[in-house]
């Protein structure tokens, strides 16, 4: 295969007593002319190879198939109503939805298909004011993390003339009275690097209905620590604002309060006081009961418990510990109905459980069946317990459980779009290097035969404190229908087992991220689900970087390789956008010590010329702005420079895309284009 020339500049940089030499700088200059020729001329070679794929289009045609079933968001209520989120299945983006009560029906309060037909403006998030009269809802360009804020009329379907720029990492929390709410927002970043310009002086501020934004009114920063995170949330009986502070892209905080007084007419420049000004571990807000504060928090609980704080005497020696330390690592928390509802991880599989405000168990809230809560929410003073559930194979679906009752119903709940009683999910686990069992999950057609030639897909991400959930995919059953295997991995780094898993896998414990991955794959062939020339392997972001060093530091394990949105260039990677977030994650090669391990398996840097690396897809979007595309270009150059065998590597850059966003469409071909590559290079069979 012929790719296109990339040129090599000289730039070398000194770490210290150390040279590294990185010839594709050019490639960050995201605006240059220069970058936009090469990313064209990428996409001329890795279309046509696409196009050549014997599988493109079946996969394009059944992933539109599967795609087409109507998708619904955990509904927010205020004043009665619910506020919720509905694709009716290809739809581009989903539309918001108003009902007024629980059954009645539903009225549309802002489709983006239909403002922003194309696509190219992303509707990122929403909050309903307290009376349900006004909604503020965010929107950025290609799905950017940059975002807009507007204002719109429930009644009318009007927006104002309020637009809040530079908002990004923020909450949008409304004070009771309906008259404002609070946001964080960066100032404006220097023209023409507005997607790779370092962050730094986000600061609360709260905004009045109806108000210009130079009007908005400061309420907190952090000068002393530019690079830190402030976000505020004002408490459901709207006494409270609750402010936390980040120094890094985990669960650590800081956390502030400040009283507002009556909620009908607060005072939103009140002292702010302090609970907890350490930032050496997580304190998260779940709710409040008059003036107890109620905690999620891991402090000497790696996997954490709920501590209860009264915030007239907020001092630390009157902390109580409300529902200790349990067995499995609590996942999430709320405070609904005057209960504290507990989301547990129990070998990674969901557990939901009701405690008293004093603590006193009420027993498990049934589920479903085996498989994955991904989202918990509620209020103080209602009993509905909403959750969203999936499996492997079970489509999301959003749940109502009344905390009286003990009633489940489901919340318009979708059609299955696949036929499940034909495939199975396995719970296993595999053993690691240094001896620790590594959960994973496991799903194929019935009755697989372990004959080694199963076409398998390895998935996973291994980082900041993130679990990886069994849940449902759409894009999966297709795969499953060609015989294929797909296979998600719980590695260190993610909170599958509590803080001390994910401790277990960042900074210089990281390689226990890839030993893990490793040690599933290795797994899988010895019992023979599969073998290396059936075996690939894809992963996002942080998991982009670990397909990455995977594939290089075990070239011969797998056949297919699928980094997207990767981060890639472990040695300037905190140089761009929100990057020095990542320090307390990964570390940085300003730190002799760290720059060690950084170079060991920075996946840029680890590039040996003539190995033959699998077939390799890298993907990423030229509007992606908190890991920026040219972490995916330089590494693309460097492997197309050393790739020792016929193997292709291909980089697809999509258009006015971003880290995680695609209109549905666009999201589908993406899709279709990774597993088709996939088929090919994996010896799925044809006809």
Same mark, same amino acid.
């Given at each position: 295969?012929?790719y296109p ?9 000194r ?5 590294v ?15 936009a020729a ?13 196009e ?5 289009r ?14 619904? +968001? ?6 009665g ?13 989903a539309?918001?939805y ?20 194309d ?9 309903p004011?307290?009376d349900?009269?006004?909604l503020?809802?965010?929107?950025? #360009?290609?799905g950017?993390?940059?975002?807009? #804020?507007?204002v ?17 990492? +923020? ?18 970043p ?18 009045r #209905? ?17 690079s830190w ?26 956390l502030?309060?400040?009283d ?12 702010i ?9 997580e ?16 402090k ?27 067995p ?5 928390a709320?405070l ?18 009701s405690?008293?405000?004093?603590g006193?168990?009420?027993g498990?809230?049934p ?8 989202a ?13 559930f ?12 009344d ?6 119903v489901?919340?318009?709940?979708p059609a299955?779009?696949?036929?499940a ?43 900041f ?17 060609l ?21 277990a ?18 797994y899988?062939?010895r019992?023979?689900y599969? +073998? ?18 995977v ?8 056949s ?5 949105v ?19 994650e ?32 890298v ?19 460097a ?49």
């Amino acid at each position: 295969m012929r790719y296109p020339k990339t040129r090599r500049g000289d730039v070398v940089d000194r770490y210290g007593s150390v040279s590294v030499a990185d010839p594709y700088r050019w490639l960050e200059d995201l605006d240059s002319p220069d970058v936009a020729a090469w990313v064209a001329a990428q996409n001329a070679v890795t279309f046509a190879h696409l196009e050549s794929l014997p599988h493109r289009r079946h996969f394009h045609r059944r992933l539109t198939e599967l795609w087409d079933y109507a998708r619904t +968001s955990l509904p927010v209520v205020e004043n009665g109503r619910l506020f919720y989120s509905k694709n009716s299945g290809l739809e581009r983006q989903a539309r918001v939805y108003l009902r007024t009560g629980l059954f009645d029906p539903p009225a549309v309060v802002i489709d983006p298909n239909e403002r922003w037909p194309d696509g190219s403006m992303s509707l990122a998030q929403y909050q309903p004011s307290p009376d349900a009269g006004w909604l503020a809802y965010a929107v950025s #360009v290609g799905g950017a993390d940059w975002q807009t #804020v507007r204002v719109r009329s429930v009644a009318t379907g009007e927006d104002l003339d309020d637009a809040l720029a530079w908002v990004r990492f +923020s909450d949008l929390s409304w004070t009771r009275d309906s008259l404002g709410f609070f946001y964080s927002r960066y100032p404006e970043p220097p023209q023409h690097k507005v997607l790779e310009a370092e962050l730094s002086g986000q600061a609360v501020y709260y905004h009045r #209905v109806g108000t210009p934004q130079a009007d908005d009114i400061l309420i907190y920063q952090r000068s002393d620590h530019p690079s830190w995170i402030v976000n505020a949330t004002v408490s459901d009986d709207g006494r409270y604002v609750f402010i936390r502070t980040y120094r890094g892209a985990n669960h650590n905080n800081q956390l502030h309060f400040i009283d507002l007084g009556s909620p009908v007419s607060p005072n939103v420049t009140s002292v702010i006081r302090p609970i907890v000004e350490t930032i050496d571990a997580e304190y998260s807000p779940i709710g409040n009961y008059q003036s107890r504060l109620y905690l999620r928090s891991d402090k000497d609980a790696p996997k954490r418990r709920i501590i209860a704080i009264d915030l007239e005497h907020p001092d630390p020696v009157s902390w109580k510990v409300v529902v200790p330390e349990q067995p499995y690592a609590i996942e999430d928390a709320a405070l609904i109905g005057g209960r504290i509802v507990l989301h547990g991880l129990v070998d990674v599989q969901s557990r939901l459980q009701s405690f008293t405000l004093d603590g006193r168990s009420e027993g498990d809230i049934p589920l479903p069946g085996p498989g994955a809560v991904s989202a918990l929410s509620g209020r103080a003073d209602r009993y509905d317990c909403w959750y969203l559930f999936s499996s492997p194979l079970q489509p999301a679906t959003v749940y109502r459980h009344d905390l009286e009752s003990g009633r489940r119903v489901p919340f318009e709940a979708p059609a299955p779009p696949i036929d499940a009683a034909q495939f199975e999910t396995r719970a296993m686990f595999a053993t690691s290097k240094d001896g620790t069992r590594v959960p994973f999950f496991l799903t194929c057609r019935k009755g697989l035969q372990q004959d080694g030639r199963n076409p398998t897909m390895l998935y996973g991400y291994g980082g900041f404190s993130i679990s990886v959930l069994p849940a449902y995919r759409s894009d999966v059953p297709a795969w499953l229908e060609l015989g294929g295997v797909f296979v998600s991995v719980n590695l260190r780094g993610g909170a599958e087992y509590g803080e001390q898993w994910h401790r277990a896998g960042m900074l210089e414990h990281k390689q226990n991220v890839f030993d893990d991955f490793i040690a599933v794959a290795e797994y899988l062939v010895r019992e023979h689900y599969t +073998s290396p020339g059936c075996l690939g392997m894809m992963g996002g972001s942080n998991g982009g970087l670990l397909v990455g060093a995977v594939m290089e530091q075990r070239p011969e394990l797998v056949s297919v390789a699928m980094p997207a949105v990767g981060v890639m260039d472990m040695l300037r990677y905190d140089r761009f956008t929100g990057g020095r977030l990542w320090a307390t994650e990964y570390g940085s090669s300003s730190d002799p010590k760290q720059l060690a391990f950084l170079i060991g398996y920075s996946p840029l840097h680890n590039v040996k010329p003539g190995t033959c690396y699998p077939a390799t897809l890298v993907t990423t979007a030229d509007h992606d702005d908190r890991v920026v595309p040219s972490h995916s270009f330089k590494f693309t150059a460097a492997l197309q420079a050393a790739q020792g065998c016929e193997r292709p590597t291909l980089i697809r850059v999509e258009a006015q895309g971003s880290h995680g966003y695609r209109p549905t469409d666009r999201l589908i071909a993406e899709r279709a284009d990774q597993w088709a590559f996939a088929a090919a290079h994996l010896g799925v069979a044809t006809g």
